[in-house]
Structures are given as C-alpha cells and as structure tokens.
C-alpha cells in the first residue's frame, strides 16, 4: 500500500476492528481521492457501517492506519474533532432532529463555531440565511422550511440530512444507503444530487440497490467479511466471480 | 411557548404573591379578606418547589438528563442558608453560646470547624448556595457527560449521589446537625423570621427569584443553544458528527440547573423554618420529577404548574386522608406516564397544529 | 421411704466416730488462710470422693466448721456432713462458724474445683476443666495434671490439659529454663487471645523466655491479623450474598429485559412479609411446624412476588416499553402504593419474624466466629443462583427467555408468544426477589421500607457487573460486599458505604458499561 500523497483524502490501512471475536473489519485497506465519489457495496456485515464508525470516530480500530488529508491520524480523534475537519456522515436511517423546523435544522448544521458561549448568543445572520436559501433549493425543500423535520416524509427526510451535510462544508461526506426506502423517482433524483454534490467534494456512498450503484457511475469497492474483495469499475466487479460468488449471485 | 404566555405567567406568579402579601398584611385579621401567614408561607414553599421543578425541566425536559438527585442540590441551597441562620442565632440559643450553634455546644465541641466560617455574613452564605451546588454539579457532570453515562445510568449514579450525600448528613461528626439538622433560627439580615411582615418579603422575593428564573430558562431555551440541546435531547449521536460537544451544552445546563436549585433551598430554609437530611432522601428528589410530568415535561410553565398543583393536593390530602396520600402520589406516577406523557399543558396544546413556530 | 430412713439411721450412728479423725478436711477449719489454701490443695489432690462437694461448698460458701471439727455443708434441706455426704441432724447454727474465704483461698478453690475435675468422667468437662486451669495457673497443680495427662485417654483433651500443664509451669518458679521454653512453644501452638495475653506477661522471666515469648506474641499477632483478614472476607462475603440475593431478580429484569423496576425492592419487601404471615399461620396452627417455616415461606414468597410481578407486567411495564425513563417512574409510583399497601395491611411498625433453632448460634473455625443465619443465607444465595441459571440454560423456558431478549422479531416468527414470555420472565426476577425477602426477614427488621434500603445497592449492583451479564452481577455483589467490609474498620460503617457509593459512581463514569460489559452492535440499540 502506497502512503498518502497531495492528491489522497482518506486513507485507510490494515485497519482491524473486533466485537467479542467478531471480525467486524479485517484488515481493511481504502484510498479516496480528492474530489472522487466512490461507491462501497458488501452484504449483510460485510463491514460497511463499521467502516463508517471507524472513519467518523464513533468506533476506535485495534489495528491500523486511518488518515485524513495527508497527515491527520483520525484513530486519535473524537466524533466532534473528526466532524470539524470536514467529514460529514449521513446515517443509514434518516436522523434528522424533528422537533426543530427544516430550517433550524440546517441552521444547526451550518459550519460555524460550535461552542456554548458562542451559540447562547448567535443570532442568525442573513449570511446564514443566505446560505440556508441557497441549500433548500438545492435539496427541494424550499416551501417546507417552516416544517416540522419529524413530519416530512422518509424521502424528504433523506434529503433533509444531505442538505445538513451540505450546511456543514465538509471535505468529504459519508453516505450510508442514501436511496433505501425511497420511490424510483426520488432515487433518480438522489442520484442527481450526489453528482451534483460531487463537482465540489469528495464522497463515499455505501448502498444495496445496484441500479442506484450504476446510475452513479464510479469505482465502486466491494467488501466482503471486514476486507476489500474486488476494487473498479461497476462492469468490472460485476465480472469478478468472487464478487458474484460471495453477493451478486445469491 | 410563546411571548404571551410567558407575560401571563410572569404576571400570574407575581401579581399572585403581590396579592397574597398584601391581603395579609393590609386586611384586618376580622376581613373576609385576610389571608393568614400560614397561607403566605405555604404558598413561599410552592414556589420554591417550583424553582427546583423549573429547574429539573431544563435538564429534564431540554437535555433529557432526567436527575433523581436534583433535590440534593436543592437541599446544599438549603444547609447554606441554614448555616448562615444559625449563626444569626447568636447568643439566644439554649446554651447562648455567641459562636457555636446549639448542636456544636452539646456535642461538645471547642471551635467552629473551618468549613463554617464566614457563614455569619449573608452574602457569603448566599454565594456559597449558589457555589457549592454549582461545584458539585460540575464535578459530577464533567465526569459523567465526558464519559458519555445517559439514560437511566445517569439517573441511577443521581440517585446514588443524592442517597450518598443523605448518609453523610445524618452524621453527627460532618458538623451540619446530624439527623435534627439546623432550626430553630431566629431572624434574617437583622428581620425577625415570625413577623408578618417578613413572611410577605420572603414570598415577593421567592416570586421575584422564581420569574426572574423563567425568564432566563426562556431565554436560554429560545436561544441557537437551546436549540442545540433539544437536539441532543432526541438525537445525541447526530449533533456529535455535526461537530457539536454534547457533554459541554449538557455540563452548561446541568450546572446552571444546580445553581437553581441552590437559590431555591436557600429561599426555602427560612421559610420552611428547618433544612435536615432527609430533603436529601432520594424519594424527594423523585417527587420532583412528577411535578415535572404532570405540568408537562419541556415546557417549564407546566413544570411550575405542576409543582404548585401537586403540592397543592399534598396539603389537602395530608390534612384530610394522610394514609391515602402515597397512593395518591403513586398513582399519579403511573397514570401520567401511562396516559399524560405530555402532562397538563399537554391536554391544551394538542388541540393546535402540530408546528414549531 | 422406709428403707431410706433405716439407711440414714445407719449413716447418722456411724458419722461421729469418722469425725475426729486428722485428715486432707482438717486445715479447712483453720483461721489461717494459707493453711486454709494448702488444705484445698490437699484435698482436691487427696482423689476423696467428698473433695469435689467440700470444694464447690466453699466455693459457694455454705462451708462451715462445727466446734467438734466436724465441717458441714449447708444443704437446702439442711446440713450434710462434709467427709461422709451424710445428712447431720440437731445443728446449732448459732455455734457455726464459716469457712473463711479471701482472694488466695479463691483462686485455690478454683484451681482445685479444675484439677478435681480433670479426672471427670465426661471427656467434656475434663476440657473445661483445663481451660479453666489454663486461665488460674496454679503450679500447685500440677502433680495433678501430670497425673491427668499420664491418665487422659482422650487425644484432643490432652492436647488441652498439656497447654494447661504449661500454662502452669509458665507460673512456677521451680521450672527450669527448658521446660519453660518449651511451655512458651506449646502456647505459642495453642495461639487464640488467651495464649496472647499469657505469653504478654512473662516480660520479667529470663531473659531466654522472655525472648521466645516476644517471638511467639509476634507470631501470634500475625496470626491474629490474618484471621480478622479471614473474618473481614467472610463478613463480605456475607453481605455480598446478601446484595446478591437482592440484586438476582433485578439482574434478570434490568438486566436481561431492561425494564427499570423501581418496584424492585418492593417485590423483597412482600417476599418478607410472606414469611411473617406463614409464621404467624404455623403459631396459631401447627406450632410444631415452626422450624420448617422458611422451607414453606421460600416458595410461597417466590409465587406470590412472582404473581404480582406478573399482574405489574400485564397491568403496567408492557405499556412503557422502550421508554425505560418512564418506566423508572411509574414503577416508583407503584413501588409508594405497594409500600403504602403493606402498612395499610400491616401496620407501619416492625413485624416479628422468628428464627428457627436450626439457623440460631455460631460457629468457630480458627479464629473466625460464623453465625448460622448468615452462613445459611451465604448457602442459600449460592442455590438461588445455581437454580436461575439451571432454569435459564436448561429449561424451556429460559431457552425462550434468551431467544426473546437476544432477537424479539425472529423469536415471534418462530412462534415464540413473546407477551407471555416477557411477563414470566418479569414474574421470574420478581419471584427471585421474593425469595430474597425470606432471606432478609432474618437479619432486617420486617417493615413497609424494607426494599428500599436495598434498591439503590441492587442497581449498583447489576450496574457494576455489567448490564445482562448474570455473572458479573456474582463477581460485582460480592466484590461490593467484601469492599464493603473492609473498609468498615477503616472508616466506620456509615462513612464506609458512602465511601463505596462514590468509588461505584467514579468506577461507572469510567465504565460506563460496568465490569463485565457486553460487546457488539447489538448494545448500542
């Protein structure tokens, strides 16, 4: 494995995670570069949100190297520290806080100092709301803004949480399963705007729907029990008779 | 809640004990009129009951931090206030010792311990009612928050905290009275405690304390960061990868929330008239957190409300059928959580559209 | 009657012509109370049978000396004839005088009432005797005990009458140097806090014994510390069975099902109050029922604290689940109501619960003292525990319980009635609860607030152990127990528990997940 250059964002090493025995990762190893979007797919605990906690700081790995940029270790780094550094993750199942307005939300997701003494005395500026504007045309919530989150639907409530992501200015955002649960339609339109998304930051999508994988046109990395299986273009891994062995053939 | 319901109940709260004072002291005891000093000081004890339920519903009902030991910060109000009474007694307790309370005389101790010093000054005494909860609280909170202790663990360690500090103040040698903790006081920055007339001032004060507190609470819930704290309330893990520091907002809300609670045991000692170790019992601190449920948790009017309605049905039941007081209060617990998990307000507000602004 | 009147007839017409006689009795009338003191030695060494009465007479001090010489004892029904026991008629007390009696003629009576009964026929009351010679040390007797030991056909009691043996020749000062030496290694054996206080008085013997004893007392003191280090562990142990015991049931409710019950400690206190009632039923019914009243007040507890556990599940808990805040509190509403339930009933004092013979008293092992109601409960925590984990791991009910808390949805796919299982389940930890509460009728005082003194220890408890680990709730109770007593004699036991308390509440903030953790995905749901 080649150590991180200019161009690498994230780079994982030999990374190894283990729950009473469990191999939850083995020894996993990943390189995304600046400005890619790379697509992870894997059954059932193949280690994918593992992968996810590991990178966000919520799981500390026994074993291995995780850098970000060029030479920040995230294995010493807690979940706030990881977030303020410019990766954003949106979960499996939509966690958005739904007794606050769409537009709190995003308020609340906004980059800006996170500290108590600071947020008891912020008021919004029209920076702010500017900004919180320009998000929900991007995520097609702008006559829902004074909507309770906890009341959208389970769509909008996945491109609630995109567009928090987006309020936060990372570097690099984690998606996991962005499209599960949702319509044909608005996984057409999630694709769209993950592409878009793209143009300025580097992304790491985990998803089942192959369909969706495919829409996305990236690399795309398969894992398979806590380890990378097969690394490439989607036509390439559909090829790889491991890959369809352990996932695409059941 | 809104702007106009805060003007109400500040309203509400001040012109009720404005009234209450004046009905007492103004109207001859022969009116229909007359409200007597029992009244007064019964209504001065809801109120502070109040103050320590406005202050549980914040970390309660905004942090989701549900403290069952939020009385013991409430009772360290208390003992500071107590300490600084008992010094005012001066020479006309039983022993007339000029220095030494009673208790020190009987168990015959020679000084003062240190830890009493400079009780005889009441802003000292009044500092230390704020610090000493204030300093428990963070103590406590950064360990716990820090290490990430929610949920019914952190209720549980409260619990012990409060039962801990019981079993301490039940003992002789602490220097806090032991189990007949501090009484018997005499008056307060030179005012007699019996006089009507201070008995009024004690109420209008509590009144001033208790509003003056749910404008703060209000503002503070209002703010980005109690917007911030509610999220972490539902969505702890979230606001984390959001890049905010749960553990500070909760440390914040949790100390502020002792603090609170320490001005309302010192505004409750003298006009309660004693401060011993059982206002540490966990049972009370538990007792709060249903007026907190059946005002309506989060809404801290209804944790005013509540903690007026409930002691409001302690007094009538204790007076009329005490033995069937804890069933009562017991089946409060299970109904408002089985079938009022919004509480009193909760009956109203559901009425309106279910909207945050 | 009449053949006993012709035997005392007999008696009375021989007794004067023995009277006069010069013999071991003589010096007892003397006024010396050295001749007096060398008399008793005499007598108790002379092997008479009328030495044990004479010498328990001036014990008792109903001894007196009739003017003939003859000595009398003063009987209940009259005066009996020290030399002979025979019964003396027509006394003038008025020409009686007492045997006179100061601190040396006691400590003679005692040493001779030991060496008279070295030769006891009851192994027992040789032992006692010795002890009791062990404590006098009287080197006037031991001819009598080199007799004794020469005699002894018991092993054990001779091994007490030699420590008596030296324990007197540590007091005599014809002993020579070695035979005192080796006086000092058989106390030193001996060991105990007699033996202490012995060889801590032979400070001004020579310089040799001295020597050996100042070892043998340093020996012996750590000896002592590590039997009350033994003690203190046993005592833990003790109190950790008792926490065990209360914290069993929570570790399945909390613990498996992760309901918060407040109640907890109520389910103990009805487990009690069980007990008081079976008592009170065998009193007035079937008194000679009494000793084995705990044998039907244990299952008894357990069906009616289960049953009720039980109702609360149906009636109350399955409505909270998944809101274990709420249930916190409806539950300590339930946990005031049952409390009031039971004064209301019982009244709001302490009930009596008796103690059956069998768990009354104490045992010595070495230097610890046990009593048999803690050892009894130390026993059984140890089946409450071995029976709970029977019924979890081999039954089928405990193989549903697992199913149901390790995977709710496939469990009822599989055709599981989780409802069910959940309410038995409850029932289970309530009903082990219960049956902790016969166990504590015997050492707290039966009252309304019985559970609560143990709730908030129960819950640290099945904390400390690591949430769902039945083990760890094993490890941690006694390991609170024995932390508990150790540090009693440290701190007093008040400062002691709130010592613990916040060790517990800075241990849980380092470990939130508590000693034994269990690992995985499936605990961060």
């Known amino acids: ?250 | ?357 | 009657m009449n053949f006993l009147r012709t035997c005392l007839v007999l008696i009375l017409l021989t007794a004067p012509a023995m009277a006069q006689s010069e013999d071991a009795f003589t010096g007892l009338g003397s006024n010396d109370f050295d001749a007096i003191g060398a008399a008793i030695t005499a007598l108790a060494l002379s092997g008479d049978k009328q030495a044990s009465p004479t010498i328990h007479a001036i014990h008792d001090e109903t001894l007196y000396a009739a003017p003939d010489g003859s000595l009398l004892i003063k009987a209940d029904a009259g005066y009996v004839d020290a030399r002979t026991g025979a019964p003396v008629a027509d006394v003038v007390e008025d020409d009686l005088i007492a045997v006179r009696v100061n601190n040396k003629v006691r400590r003679a009576v005692d040493a001779a009432l030991g060496s008279l009964d070295l030769f006891a026929a009851t192994p027992d009351i040789r032992r006692k005797a010795a002890a009791a010679v062990f404590l006098s040390r009287d080197p006037a007797i031991l001819p009598a005990l080199a007799k004794a030991i020469a005699g002894e056909t018991n092993d054990s009691v001779r091994v007490v009458i030699r420590q008596a043996q030296a324990a007197s020749q540590l007091a005599n000062p014809d002993a020579t140097e070695a035979e005192q030496l080796a006086a000092v290694a058989i106390i030193r054996a001996k060991g105990g806090l007699e033996a202490q206080s012995l060889l801590g008085s032979l400070r001004d013997q020579t310089p040799a014994v001295a020597n050996a004893a100042g070892e043998a007392l340093t020996a012996l003191a750590r000896l002592q510390q590590l039997w009350s280090l033994v003690q203190s562990v046993i005592y833990g142990l003790s109190l950790g069975s008792v926490l065990l015991l209360a914290a069993a049931g929570l570790a399945i409710t909390f613990g498996v099902m992760g309901v918060i019950n407040m109640a907890h400690g109520e389910m103990v206190m009805i487990g009690a109050y069980t007990t008081f009632v079976v008592q009170e039923v065998i009193r007035a019914r079937a008194p000679w029922l009494f000793e084995a009243s705990l044998f039907i007040a244990v299952p008894l507890a357990f069906l009616v604290s289960g049953g009720i556990g039980i109702v609360i599940e149906r009636g109350l808990i399955r409505f909270l689940y998944g809101r274990p805040l709420e249930t916190l509190l409806a539950t300590w509403g339930l946990s005031l109501v049952l409390q009031q339930a039971v004064r209301s009933l019982f009244g709001a004092n302490n009930r009596d619960v008796g103690t059956p013979k069998w768990m009354s008293g104490a045992t010595e092992w070495g230097g610890v003292t046990v009593t048999y109601n803690r050892l009894t409960i130390v026993v059984f925590a140890v089946l409450v525990l071995a029976a709970l984990l029977a019924v979890l791991r081999y039954t089928a009910l405990g193989l549903r319980m697992r199913a149901v808390t390790q995977n709710r949805r496939m469990a009822a796919a599989m055709g599981i009635r989780t409802p069910w299982i959940d309410a038995l389940t409850f029932g289970l930890g309530s009903g082990i609860a219960g049956m902790a509460g016969v166990a504590l009728s015997q050492i707290d005082n039966v009252s309304p607030n019985l559970g609560q003194g143990y709730i908030i220890d129960s819950f640290m408890v099945v904390v400390f152990g690591g949430v769902g680990n039945l083990w760890g709730t094993v490890v941690s109770a006694l390991t609170l127990g024995i932390v508990n007593k150790f540090l009693e004699p440290i701190a007093g036991a008040v400062l002691g528990k709130i010592l613990v308390l916040v060790l517990l509440i800075l241990f849980i903030q380092r470990k939130p997940r508590g000693m034994f953790p269990l690992k995985g995905r499936a605990v961060e749901q």
């Open chain 1, 1 to 250: 494995m080649k150590r991180p250059h200019s161009d690498t964002l994230l780079y994982l090493n030999g990374v190894s995670v283990s729950f009473d025995g469990f191999k939850a990762l083995n020894s996993l190893s990943l390189i995304v570069e600046k400005g890619e979007m790379r697509a992870v797919i894997g059954p059932n605990g193949a280690g994918k949100t593992t992968m996810m906690d590991v990178i966000t700081g919520k799981t500390r790995p026994d074993q291995g190297d995780v850098v970000f940029g060029t030479d920040t270790d995230l294995t010493k780094l807690d979940e706030p520290a990881i977030a303020a550094l410019g990766i954003g993750r949106k979960f499996q199942k939509p966690t958005v806080f739904e007794p606050h307005s769409v537009w709190d939300n995003l308020l609340l997701a906004l980059a800006g100092d996170r500290r108590p003494r600071f947020t008891l005395w912020a008021r919004e500026t029209s920076e702010e709301q500017d900004k919180i504007e320009e998000i929900l045309t991007t995520i097609r919530l702008k006559d829902l803004r004074q909507h309770r989150a906890g009341d959208l639907s389970h769509g909008q409530k996945q491109w609630l949480e995109i567009g928090m992501l987006l309020a936060q200015e990372p570097l690099l955002l984690l998606v996991d399963e962005p499209v599960a649960g949702m319509t044909d339609a608005e996984t057409a339109q999630t694709a769209d705007l993950l592409r878009e998304i793209n143009r300025t930051k580097s992304v790491v999508v985990v998803e089942h729907d192959m369909d969706f994988v495919r829409a996305l046109g990236v690399k795309v990395t398969v894992l398979h029990e806590g380890s990378v299986l097969s690394e490439g273009s989607i036509d390439h891994v559909s090829a790889d008779p491991k890959v369809v062995e352990v996932y695409l053939g059941r």
């Open chain 2, 1 to 357: 809640m809104s702007r106009l319901s805060l003007s109400l109940s500040l309203l509400v709260i001040l012109g009720g004990a404005a009234l209450l004072a004046v009905l007492n002291l103004a109207a001859p005891p022969s009116s229909a009129f007359h409200v007597s000093t029992y009244v007064v000081s019964l209504a001065g004890k809801y109120l502070c009951f109040a103050i320590l339920a406005l202050a549980l519903d914040l970390v309660w009902g905004f942090a989701g931090i549900l403290s069952l030991g939020h009385a013991a910060f409430f009772a360290l109000g208390g003992y500071a206030m107590g300490m600084y009474l008992m010094r005012q007694i001066g020479t006309r307790g039983v022993y007339g010792n000029a220095v030494l309370p009673d208790f020190m005389v009987f168990l015959n101790w020679q000084e003062l311990p240190w830890y009493w010093m400079g009780f005889d000054n009441p802003g000292f005494a009044i500092l230390m009612a704020l610090a000493v909860p204030g300093v428990l609280a963070l103590v406590f909170g950064w360990l716990a928050f820090r290490s990430r202790v929610s949920g019914v663990y952190l209720s549980i360690i409260t619990q012990a905290l409060t039962y801990a500090l019981l079993l301490a103040f039940f003992r002789n040698d602490m220097g806090f009275g032991g189990n007949n903790g501090l009484t018997d006081f005499k008056d307060i920055v030179g005012l007699d405690l019996h006089l009507d007339s201070t008995r009024s001032g004690l109420l209008l004060l509590t009144a001033a304390v208790l509003a003056l507190q749910l404008m703060v609470a209000r503002f503070l819930v209002t703010s980005r960061f109690g917007k911030v704290l509610i999220a972490v309330r539902d969505t702890e893990s979230r606001t984390r990868f959001l890049g905010y520091r749960p553990e500070r907002y909760k440390l914040f809300v949790f100390v502020l929330s002792a603090v609170m609670c320490g001005i309302g045991g010192a505004l409750y000692v003298p006009q309660i008239g004693i401060i011993n170790p059982s206002e540490f019992s966990p049972a009370n601190s538990i007792e709060a957190v249903i007026w907190v449920a059946v005002g309506g948790r989060g809404t801290l009017i209804g944790a005013i409300l509540g903690a007026i309605l409930v002691n409001f049905g302690k007094t009538i039941f204790t007076g009329i059928l005490p033995e069937l007081w804890l069933f009562a209060l017991g089946a409060l617990f299970i109904l408002v959580t089985l079938l009022l998990p919004n509480g009193v307000l909760g009956l109203f507000a559901r009425r309106k559209p279910e909207k945050s602004q």
